[in-house]
């Protein structure tokens, strides 16, 4: 049995206790009190302990493992008492504030030999998976652009965290796309990035990378406005696309027809027929979709992923890799300050 203990009592911890109930051989053992609210409604009816910090609670027998869940300009404290207590930890991105505090965790974790995996399930959902294996292979032929767009309406008053100047929309969404653009598309060679900011606080932002290979990703997120939240990739064979675009359940594949050359003589009538808008046709008809189911809660399989590298102790994931976080955060900053990384 893992016991694990969360540090955090939000609406994140309440989901995460929820998905360790559908995980065999798994149970939480403690919660510590952050100030998002009191641990005890949340232990009591797990029978888990309350403990006054991070530190307590990593310090228990009991406490296989910790999920990092309190306040993003926390986060980065959590994770060094956890490591220094040895224990394997599951953390809410992003894993540190700076990129440098960063690669100082990735660097104690490593050090230490202890697992530090950072939630970006994007990663680890099945259909995403499915995704990132097609475009490895070029199963539908080389990729060549990626599209993800992530945003809806968030009231400031509902979720004052998220608007503060320590997080914003770049850190609190946009992570999850450049994650996988980075993981479907290579190494990024530049970024450009529009931001538009309340005050001194990231509320919307576009985001276009140039990947080494000269494929492209544009990106977009939001807290003022419902966006389409699908994700597309287009190669050089055809088109995937999730649906929706982070948590799918759904890979929707589409083949590219083959097309008139310019050394073919079809029939005259044939020619006078492909009009643009006839010609646009032939490549819309009905994409195949094929469903991959990721359980009741999108956490699900990053929960399921992260209790499989405890019991192997294994010390990274190969899913989402140290390296990965951390190029993750530098793009995430390069954002923020609207610096292009070819200046």
């Known amino acids: 049995m893992i016991g694990l203990g969360i540090v955090g009592t939000d609406h994140l911890a309440i989901r995460m206790i929820k998905c360790v109930a559908q995980v065999e051989g798994v149970r939480v053992t403690a919660i510590a009190s952050t100030k998002q609210g009191p641990a005890g409604p949340l232990a009591d009816p797990l029978g888990a302990a309350v403990c006054a910090d991070p530190a307590e609670l990593a310090s228990r ?29 599951l953390v809410q991105k992003p894993i540190a504030l700076t ?45 060549h652009a990626f599209s993800l767009d992530f945003g809806f309406p968030v009231k400031p008053e509902l979720y004052p965290a998220l608007f503060s100047p320590e997080l914003g929309v770049l850190r609190d969404r946009a992570g999850y ?91 005259r009538r044939r020619i006078a027929s492909l009009t643009m808008g006839k010609a646009l046709r032939r490549f819309s008809r009905t994409p195949k979709a094929a469903r991959y189911p990721l359980g009741s809660d999108l956490h699900l399989p990053m929960l399921r992923h ?18 990965l976080s951390v190029e993750t955060q530098r793009l995430v900053e390069q954002a923020r300050t609207r610096v292009d990384l070819a200046a």
């Open 61 to 89: 027998p009991d406490v296989d493992a910790v999920y990092v869940n309190n306040s993003g300009p926390y986060h980065a404290d959590a994770v060094r008492v956890a490591i220094a207590a040895g224990k394997p930890v």
């Open 99 to 143: 990129v440098p505090e960063t690669e100082e965790i990735v660097a104690l974790a490593r050090k230490a030999g202890v697992l530090l995996v950072e939630n970006l399930w994007c990663l680890t959902v099945p259909a995403a998976q499915t995704l990132i294996a097609r475009a490895d292979a070029a199963a539908m032929g080389k990729p």
């Open 306 to 323: 992260f209790v499989d590298l405890v019991r192997a102790d294994r010390p990274e994931s190969p899913l989402v890799p140290l390296d």
């Open 177 to 267: 796309g450049i994650a996988l653009a980075r993981r479907l598309l290579g190494p990024v060679a530049d970024l450009t990035a529009q931001v538009n900011w309340l005050g001194n606080v990231d509320t919307s932002a576009m985001i276009l990378l140039r990947h080494r290979s000269g494929a492209m990703s544009k990106l977009g997120f939001s807290f003022d406005a419902l966006m389409s939240n699908k994700a597309t990739l287009a190669c050089s064979g055809g088109l995937y696309r999730l649906e929706p675009s982070l948590g799918g359940t759904s890979l929707m594949s589409q083949v590219a027809e083959a097309q008139i050359g310019p050394l073919t003589k079809p029939p």
